[in-house]
């Protein structure tokens, strides 16, 4: 892998190498794609106010998250089908947040089993995002192995009843399974190092990925092999949800989705002990608002009673200060690290980090500040 700069370098590596539909899959947003772009435009209305003569050295990115102390405030964020931008991209992305010293979030539509990611890592570094399924014995069943490894943060993703509108999956064939046409098949053949470097190495190791955290009885896999019952989330869910969760796991639960103060209110009332400011990336509601545009006014009515964290749209190391100097105590990132993953593996998600990190760190000694602690709502600027 060259060296890429910053997060378009990244963002360019992984669509030469990816087909279409699994780069669009990760990069688009939904219907007219405004939620997305509104996510950018909410960054860019914040600016600094540098404090100046502040003697910034030295200076540090460290901070603490729950009982844990990590080396920036990022989590990578819960991604379904990482393991297609890289041979069991979810563990080359799992050991390299272990290697640089930050949370890794496992997905439920992982391609790798969170028993997978748990036996290559270290589990004090693994969390576990859950969506819940509209059979609720087996969404308890999950949560429970995620349990009995050891992980201790269950993120439950609240965002997603039905299933978006995202026009680019029905015209590349985007699923599980893959949906053929010459166009799909087409753009595979042209990129061969894909073929053979991820599709042929899981077919020589045991078979086709899939959904492997699903019960056998709704695995399908990504040529259309598998199970044929269909697994569907829960389009009922409700507060009660979340306090029969809250009662049957026994670590930190987050909430993630959160776009209004009086939701925030509520997961904090139910003993949630974290939230995720979240549309998704602008990847489910197209008109939904831009955590950067929600963020202040949750923070002023939660007042850090819970720990707030938020994602979408985060492509600066200066969009993780934004987001701290408004009431973050992290940020969750997702495509930066899956562009990274794509474009090297494992060491392309931490060169991905390392680019964030020390952006981040630019940032704080630019803008006068030592630590991330120090970083407070009077060094921004609507």
Same mark, same amino acid.
């Given at each position: 892998?060259?060296?890429?700069?910053?997060?378009?370098?990244?963002?360019?590596?992984?669509?030469?190498?990816?087909?279409?539909?699994?780069?669009?899959?990760?990069?688009?947003?939904?219907?007219?794609?405004?939620?997305?772009?509104?996510?950018?435009?909410?960054?860019?209305?914040?600016?600094?106010?540098?404090?100046?003569?502040?003697?910034?050295?030295?200076?540090?990115?460290?901070?603490?998250?729950?009982?844990?102390?990590?080396?920036?405030?990022?989590?990578?964020?819960?991604?379904?089908?990482?393991?297609?931008?890289?041979?069991?991209?979810?563990? *080359? =992305?799992?050991?390299? +947040? &272990? #290697?640089? @010293? /930050?949370?890794?979030?496992?997905? !439920?539509?992982?391609?790798?089993?969170?028993?997978?990611?748990?036996?290559?890592?270290?589990?004090?570094?693994?969390?576990?995002?859950?969506?819940?399924?509209?059979?609720?014995?087996?969404?308890? *069943? =999950?949560?429970?192995? +995620? &349990? #009995?490894? @050891? /992980?201790?943060?269950?993120?439950? !993703?609240?965002?997603?009843?039905?299933?978006?509108?995202?026009?680019?999956?029905?015209?590349?064939?985007?699923?599980?399974?893959?949906?053929?046409?010459?166009?799909?098949?087409?753009?595979?053949?042209?990129?061969?190092?894909?073929?053979?470097?991820?599709?042929?190495?899981?077919?020589?190791?045991?078979?086709?990925?899939?959904?492997?955290?699903?019960?056998?009885?709704?695995?399908?896999?990504?040529?259309?092999?598998?199970?044929?019952?269909?697994?569907?989330?829960?389009?009922?869910?409700?507060?009660?949800?979340?306090?029969?969760?809250?009662?049957?796991?026994?670590?930190?639960?987050?909430?993630?989705?959160?776009?209004?103060?009086?939701?925030?209110?509520?997961?904090?009332?139910?003993?949630?002990?974290?939230?995720?400011?979240?549309?998704?990336?602008?990847?489910?509601?197209?008109?939904?608002?831009?955590?950067?545009?929600?963020?202040?006014?949750?923070?002023?009515?939660?007042?850090?009673?819970?720990?707030?964290?938020?994602?979408?749209?985060?492509?600066?190391?200066?969009?993780?200060?934004?987001?701290?100097?408004?009431?973050?105590?992290?940020?969750?990132?997702?495509?930066?690290?899956?562009?990274?993953?794509?474009?090297?593996?494992?060491?392309?998600?931490?060169?991905?980090?390392?680019?964030?990190?020390?952006?981040?760190?630019?940032?704080?000694?630019?803008?006068?500040?030592?630590?991330?602690?120090?970083?407070?709502?009077?060094?921004?600027?609507?």
């Amino acid at each position: 892998m060259s060296r890429p700069l910053n997060f378009r370098d990244l963002r360019t590596h992984a669509r030469k190498r990816l087909p279409r539909p699994i780069f669009d899959y990760i990069d688009r947003g939904t219907e007219d794609e405004t939620g997305l772009h509104a996510n950018r435009q909410a960054f860019e209305r914040v600016r600094i106010a540098p404090q100046v003569l502040t003697g910034g050295v030295p200076r540090s990115t460290r901070t603490r998250l729950f009982d844990h102390e990590i080396s920036a405030p990022m989590v990578v964020a819960p991604t379904a089908f990482a393991g297609l931008v890289w041979y069991q991209g979810e563990i *080359a =992305l799992a050991k390299a +947040a &272990q #290697q640089v @010293g /930050i949370p890794f979030c496992a997905a !439920t539509e992982a391609i790798a089993s969170i028993e997978a990611i748990a036996s290559a890592t270290q589990v004090q570094n693994l969390w576990f995002q859950l969506y819940l399924w509209d059979i609720p014995t087996l969404s308890e *069943a =999950l949560v429970q192995r +995620a &349990q #009995q490894l @050891g /992980i201790r943060t269950l993120v439950i !993703t609240v965002d997603t009843p039905v299933v978006p509108n995202r026009e680019y999956n029905v015209v590349n064939g985007m699923g599980m399974p893959f949906r053929f046409s010459p166009r799909l098949l087409g753009d595979v053949a042209l990129r061969p190092g894909w073929v053979l470097g991820v599709l042929g190495r899981y077919w020589l190791n045991g078979g086709m990925p899939s959904f492997a955290n699903y019960p056998e009885a709704y695995r399908k896999t990504l040529l259309g092999g598998g199970a044929k019952q269909q697994m569907r989330h829960d389009p009922g869910l409700t507060w009660a949800h979340i306090a029969r969760l809250r009662k049957l796991w026994k670590g930190y639960l987050v909430v993630k989705g959160i776009a209004r103060p009086g939701d925030a209110l509520k997961a904090l009332e139910l003993g949630a002990d974290g939230i995720v400011v979240s549309n998704h990336g602008g990847r489910n509601l197209d008109s939904a608002v831009a955590p950067m545009e929600t963020l202040e006014p949750i923070s002023e009515a939660i007042a850090d009673r819970l720990t707030i964290m938020m994602d979408s749209g985060i492509q600066r190391g200066s969009d993780v200060f934004k987001a701290l100097a408004l009431g973050a105590k992290a940020v969750m990132v997702g495509r930066a690290f899956l562009y990274g993953t794509a474009a090297g593996g494992q060491p392309g998600a931490v060169h991905a980090f390392n680019l964030l990190q020390r952006e981040l760190d630019l940032t704080l000694g630019n803008a006068g500040c030592r630590t991330v602690q120090a970083i407070s709502r009077s060094v921004v600027i609507r």
